[in-house]
Each structure stands twice: as structure tokens, then as C-alpha cells.
């Protein structure tokens, strides 16, 4: 039974820090590239980062870029997203997914986490 559970979301104020992790299970882990997504209010959903399967290159959005950092262990089937600098607008449902990039084209999705940025 394919799973990945994130956890890690929270209340944080402005500035502050959130550390994401997406716990992987039920399939080959270092086969799929990661990524995590974020669904805010009102918006749909979009990838922050990225990371590739042999965790050699990663790539960011311009909004998150500078402040968050993707990595992954897998040898602990785990993804990880760091979160700095945090602002009112990155408050979200983040999402990880994992990607095979190839036939036969899978692709998972997580059920999601609260990261709420509030004074």
C-alpha cells in the first residue's frame, strides 16, 4: 500500500522557521524525484520544490527561492522541506508528491499538512 504522510505543519509567526517532512512508504523511494506543493487559500495548488531522484539537483520557486530548502534520506524513504523566513503568505496546505518521470508514468500525492504564518 503505496503511503506518504506529511507532518511538521504548525502556527508560526513572521520570520520564523517550519521544518516539513513526508514519510514514504510502499514503493522503490529512490526511484522518484519529490516535490512539494502548496494549496493557500483561494489559490490552487503549486509546486515550491523539487528534488530529483538521486537528490543531486533541486529547483525552487521564485517564491520560495533563498528560503526553503528541499532535501531528501533515502535510506529513511523521507523528504524533507525546510522553511525560513516564513511570511503571511506562505500560509498553505503543503502537499508532497513523488514522481516516477517515466512508463509507467506514477505519480503519489500526500494528504497534506497546515503551515499557518500569523502574528
Known amino acids: 500500500q503505496v503511503q506518504l504522510v506529511e507532518s511538521g505543519g504548525g502556527l508560526v509567526q513572521p520570520g520564523g522557521s517550519l521544518r516539513l517532512s513526508c514519510a514514504a512508504s510502499?514503493?522503490?523511494?529512490?526511484?522518484?524525484?519529490l516535490s512539494w506543493h502548496r494549496q493557500g487559500p483561494g489559490k490552487e495548488r503549486a509546486m515550491v520544490a523539487a528534488i530529483t531522484s538521486a537528490g543531486d539537483s533541486t529547483i525552487y520557486a521564485d517564491s520560495t527561492k533563498g528560503r526553503f530548502i528541499i532535501s531528501r534520506d533515502n535510506a529513511k524513504n523521507t523528504v524533507y522541506l525546510q522553511m525560513n523566513s516564513l511570511k503571511p503568505e506562505d500560509t498553505a496546505v503543503y502537499y508532497c508528491?513523488?514522481?516516477?518521470?517515466?512508463?509507467?508514468?506514477?505519480?503519489?500525492w500526500g494528504q497534506g499538512t497546515q503551515g499557518t504564518v500569523s502574528s
Open positions: 508528491n513523488a514522481d516516477l518521470g517515466k512508463y509507467p508514468w506514477v505519480s503519489f
Open positions: 510502499g514503493f522503490t523511494f529512490i526511484n522518484f524525484a
